[in-house]
């Protein structure tokens, strides 16, 4: 017959096994994020002429910082007292929320208080899109239109976040990191997906990361 444990040794057991699970850990629900860095970036006129859609990504992650500035570049609050933000927005209804994929879940951002806040725990990259690199990208930025606060006015939706995009692609040209904006999502699947159909309409998705040319060169970087 096998010994039976001890109350105290299984009490330690489970105790163990609980801490070696939370290594694999949930996301936390919410990620304070940085500052975002003011000084730094290349000219106006150099981003825009740097400027372009990039379809391979390597593998390297987007540092936390790097991902604060391009969310605050995106629609950040640049304007804390009327809470102005870096895009603008039709009748300034803010309608469009930045969500954002990463390998551990999808959130939400919360561009007044500088936060990510998850949405659902789990890697959904792959159902930002249609084209094959989706899955390779590190960040995946899905731009939403909230129908309450937009009043339900699609015209406005796109155009709002249009502006967007062309803020994280500037921000992007400037950094040197690598991102294309994709109309080809599915839309419903994703939506339901990560339960936001009832409350958002999705416009488009915008993979961010390095470029791939850079593991090929490094000299790239
Ligand atoms: C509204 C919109 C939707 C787009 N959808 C996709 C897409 O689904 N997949 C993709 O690879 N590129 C997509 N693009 C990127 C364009 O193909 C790209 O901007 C165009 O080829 C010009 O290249 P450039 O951005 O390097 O100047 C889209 C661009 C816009 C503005």
């Not at 959904?124 to 309450?148: C, N, W």
Request: hydrophobic letters at 40%; glycine letters at 6%.
């Amino acid at each position: 017959m096998r010994p039976s444990l001890s109350p105290a040794l299984s009490l330690f057991l489970t105790f163990l096994c609980a801490a070696s699970f939370s290594t694999f850990a949930a996301p936390d629900s919410t990620i304070s994020l940085p500052r975002p860095q003011l000084d730094k970036g290349k000219s106006l006129m150099q981003a825009l002429q740097l400027r372009h859609s990039t379809r391979e990504f390597s593998s390297r992650p987007v540092p936390l910082q790097e991902l604060a500035n391009l969310l605050w570049a995106g629609c950040g609050v640049n304007r804390p007292e009327t809470n102005g933000r870096t895009a603008p927005s039709a009748r300034n209804k803010q309608e469009i929320d930045l969500f954002v994929a990463l390998a551990d879940g999808f959130y939400r951002y919360d561009a007044k208080a500088g936060a990510l806040r998850l949405v659902q725990a789990g890697d959904v990259r792959s159902l930002t899109g249609t084209q094959p690199f989706v899955k390779d990208a590190p960040v995946e930025i899905v731009l939403a239109f909230d129908r309450k606060r937009g009043e339900g006015n699609t015209k406005y939706a796109s155009a709002d976040a249009a502006y967007i995009s062309e803020n994280l692609y500037l921000y992007c040209a400037s950094e040197g990191l690598a991102t294309v904006v994709r109309g080809s999502v599915d839309t419903a699947a994703l939506g339901a997906a990560v339960h936001i159909n009832q409350t958002h309409d999705i416009i488009f998705a915008q993979s961010v990361g390095y470029p791939k040319a850079e593991e090929r060169d490094p000299k790239a970087k």
